[in-house]
């Protein structure tokens, strides 16, 4: 199985909706094209900062059709999954890897609380309903309210052939080297998850990451990555700290509304985010615009 492709800076890109909640398939293609034009290495469709616990499946089969079309094999299209039901976990899996998808990534269940020897089974029955493509197991305690451990992480990576990699979104570096250094006899990709982290990611091991700072500053957060891959570190460094303030200053608004409000301020047609959440308020927003101005991205 070909894994060559999964690194460097993937987006989970905001999903732009129209007056009824529907994707807006003229700027979903315009956003699509954005991060390609950026620099960018992958789309990740419906992740958080897609806002996939607001999408039907039969929309989101409507957009991973229209982003295949818009990416036109031009960078790796991976589809996320967060449902709480392993069947429907299943049929997510299924369509998307009939429509293109180059992998797919699984969130652990939120609300729910399953013990190890339950998420193990969740992770394989999905994997092994799609044995020829790849699949990263996405960690995201801050939404689920509990963490994956290092050693179930190693377990579904030596016994699951393709569970192939790990989006860590925990922020707990030992976690993310761990999962890295245990993992290496099986090429096991290891993703940072937090924006600014990306840096300290890409020192213990990590291939890239995936950052939602690219839908909206995609030279800066591509900087990190590519500089560091070229040998650069110091200017990988501080190509992380430019960024940081900015990414810093989208915690004071609704997740995840900045994404969307940073690229409206970065003159892209984002649109408003699903209901309940509102754009972001005056002054956060405000805050946010003094950030970006000061980093020289508007």
Same mark, same amino acid.
Request: glycine letters at 10%.
């Given at each position: 199985?070909?894994?060559?492709?999964?690194?460097?800076?993937?987006?989970?890109?905001?999903?732009?909706?129209?007056?009824?909640?529907?994707?807006?398939?003229?700027?979903?293609?315009?956003?699509?094209?954005?991060?390609?034009?950026?620099?960018?290495?992958?789309?990740?469709?419906?992740?958080?900062?897609?806002?996939?616990?607001?999408?039907?499946?039969?929309?989101?089969?409507?957009?991973?059709?229209?982003?295949?079309?818009?990416? %036109?094999? @031009?960078?790796?299209?991976?589809?996320?999954?967060?449902?709480?039901?392993?069947?429907?976990?299943?049929?997510?899996?299924?369509?998307?890897?009939?429509?293109? =998808? %180059?992998?797919?990534?699984?969130l652990q269940p939120?609300?729910?609380?399953?013990?190890?020897?339950? $998420?193990?089974?969740?992770?394989?029955?999905? =994997?092994?309903?799609?044995?020829?493509?790849?699949?990263?197991?996405?960690?995201?305690?801050?939404?689920?309210?509990?963490?994956?451990?290092?050693?179930?992480? *190693?377990?579904?990576?030596?016994?699951?052939?393709?569970?192939?990699?790990?989006?860590?979104?925990?922020?707990?570096? *030992?976690?993310?080297?761990?999962?890295? @250094? $245990?993992? @290496?006899?099986?090429?096991?990709?290891?993703f940072g998850g937090?924006?600014? $982290?990306?840096?300290?990611?890409?020192?213990?091991?990590?291939?890239?990451?995936?950052?939602?700072?690219?839908?909206?500053?995609?030279?800066?957060?591509?900087?990190?990555?590519?500089?560091?891959?070229?040998?650069?570190? %110091?200017?990988?460094?501080?190509?992380?700290?430019?960024?940081?303030?900015?990414?810093?200053?989208?915690?004071?608004?609704?997740?995840?509304?900045?994404?969307?409000?940073? =690229?409206?301020?970065?003159?892209?047609?984002?649109?408003?985010?699903?209901?309940?959440? $509102?754009?972001?308020?005056?002054?956060?927003?405000?805050?946010?615009?003094?950030?970006?101005?000061?980093?020289?991205?508007?």
């Amino acid at each position: 199985m070909n894994t060559d492709f999964i690194k460097g800076v993937v987006v989970p890109m905001i999903t732009p909706i129209d007056a009824d909640e529907k994707i807006d398939e003229v700027n979903f293609r315009k956003q699509i094209d954005y991060l390609i034009e950026g620099g960018m290495h992958g789309i990740l469709l419906f992740g958080s900062n897609g806002e996939f616990y607001q999408i039907e499946e039969d929309e989101m089969e409507r957009g991973l059709k229209i982003a295949m079309d818009q990416a %036109a094999g @031009r960078l790796p299209v991976y589809f996320g999954i967060g449902a709480i039901n392993t069947k429907k976990c299943v049929r997510l899996a299924k369509m998307a890897v009939a429509n293109g =998808a %180059a992998a797919v990534s699984i969130l652990q269940p939120m609300f729910i609380h399953p013990n190890e020897t339950e $998420l193990y089974q969740h992770f394989r029955t999905i =994997a092994e309903a799609i044995p020829d493509t790849p699949v990263l197991i996405y960690n995201n305690p801050g939404r689920t309210g509990y963490g994956l451990t290092a050693a179930l992480i *190693t377990r579904l990576a030596h016994e699951v052939e393709n569970i192939v990699g790990l989006k860590d979104t925990s922020g707990d570096m *030992t976690l993310t080297e761990e999962c890295v @250094r $245990l993992n @290496r006899d099986v090429n096991f990709k290891v993703f940072g998850g937090k924006d600014t $982290l990306l840096y300290c990611s890409l020192c213990v091991g990590g291939v890239g990451g995936v950052c939602t700072a690219g839908n909206f500053m995609p030279e800066l957060i591509g900087a990190v990555y590519e500089k560091f891959v070229a040998g650069d570190p %110091a200017g990988s460094l501080e190509a992380q700290f430019k960024l940081n303030p900015v990414r810093l200053s989208m915690d004071k608004a609704t997740f995840p509304v900045a994404a969307k409000d940073m =690229a409206i301020l970065r003159g892209l047609d984002a649109g408003v985010p699903y209901l309940p959440t $509102l754009p972001t308020p005056a002054p956060v927003l405000e805050n946010i615009r003094k950030c970006m101005h000061e980093a020289d991205l508007i």
